[in-house]
């Protein structure tokens, strides 16, 4: 119970009910199964990049911006390669994931072996790949996808009617998100992969010495978020039912704010799949009190910016009394 307190994701969750209910006062809406799996099916495209924005950030370093770009070239790419010479969703997402992992390796490669900041490596490759999406494409919108992405957007789990007849239930997004959440969960806690992760995190020469390969593991920790994004591209198609070559960029510092609110460290060495989650739930439970509520959307980007401060704050704080406490240790061994 004490370490139950003391855990971000508590007082998350708690913040998370306390909102829900203000909302539910005051529109009884929010909190019907129509309104609940609807948010869920928007939220799910950022959950699944979330994970992989959650690996960079535990690896340690600056965050990762560039899975966004990703996410908007493989999006376009695949639907114009599935509309050309066909396919059904399984081999949108094999192509997708494989198109997305090599762009993201891309990032690992470079930051590794030219030892440049993530930060510095991948605001180029957003640069790059979205400026060439832009240069080849013209910025022209694909309004007809296949017929299999909407048929996997539309496919409904628990399926059920509103009085109007409505039909509602639970998409196979959110259910994509859950396995990618369980799929992050297992790497990071139960692999030598996730313990190098953390380890590179924390210490990353220390990490080497004791055996963990940075180079690979850093290649494999970017080529997953290209993964992701890969994966998430499919679920926006799906989702939206159409390609926009601007529809996913822009997205990237609200995600990464979810994912350092919900208690990674900018720092690296820290962080965990239920806060990623929560973190956004919470700013997909704001962005939907906003509509219920009729509200001005630009209080939104208010209560991002605000959520980024607090995030930072918390993680300069923890920093610093990390900090603290291995220098009362020393002081402490030095005078016995």
Do not use: C
């Amino acid at each position: 119970m004490k370490n139950l307190l003391k855990s971000n994701e508590f007082y998350l969750a708690l913040l998370i009910v306390v909102i829900a209910a203000g909302i539910t006062v005051m529109n009884p809406s929010f909190l019907t199964g129509q309104n609940i799996y609807g948010f869920l099916k928007t939220a799910s495209v950022d959950g699944i990049m979330a994970v992989g924005v959650l690996f960079v950030l535990i690896l340690g370093g600056t965050p990762d911006v560039s899975f966004t770009a990703i996410a908007q070239v493989v999006q376009y790419v695949i639907v114009l390669i599935m509309l050309q010479h066909g396919g059904d969703i399984y081999v949108a997402l094999a192509l997708a994931t494989v198109m997305g992992a090599v762009l993201g390796a891309l990032n690992g490669v470079m930051i590794h072996f030219f030892k440049v900041t993530t930060i510095v490596v991948t605001i180029a490759t957003f640069n790059l790949y979205y400026g060439l999406l832009y240069v080849f494409s013209g910025g022209n919108v694909i309004f007809e996808v296949p017929a299999s992405f909407r048929a996997f957007g539309d496919y409904l789990l628990f399926s059920s009617q509103t009085a109007s007849g409505v039909p509602y239930g639970l998409s196979l997004l959110p259910v994509m998100w859950l396995v990618v959440l369980i799929v992050g969960w297992f790497i990071l806690n139960r692999t030598v992969l996730g313990r190098g992760i953390f380890a590179m995190g924390g210490n990353e020469v220390a990490a080497e010495r004791i055996g963990v390969r940075t180079g690979a593991t850093r290649i494999f920790v970017f080529a997953f978020v290209g993964l992701l994004a890969g994966l998430a591209a499919v679920a926006h198609t799906a989702l939206v039912q159409s390609a926009i070559p601007n529809s996913i960029v822009g997205r990237e510092l609200e995600i990464i704010a979810a994912v350092v609110l919900g208690g990674a460290s900018l720092f690296g060495g820290k962080g965990t799949i239920i806060g990623t989650a929560l973190g956004i739930l919470l700013f997909a439970i704001m962005r939907n009190g906003l509509v219920l509520l009729n509200i001005s959307s630009y209080w939104y980007d208010v209560m991002i910016g605000v959520a980024i401060m607090i995030g930072i704050s918390i993680s300069a704080y923890q920093q610093i009394k990390a900090r603290r406490a291995r220098v009362n240790v020393k002081v402490e061994a030095l005078n016995p």
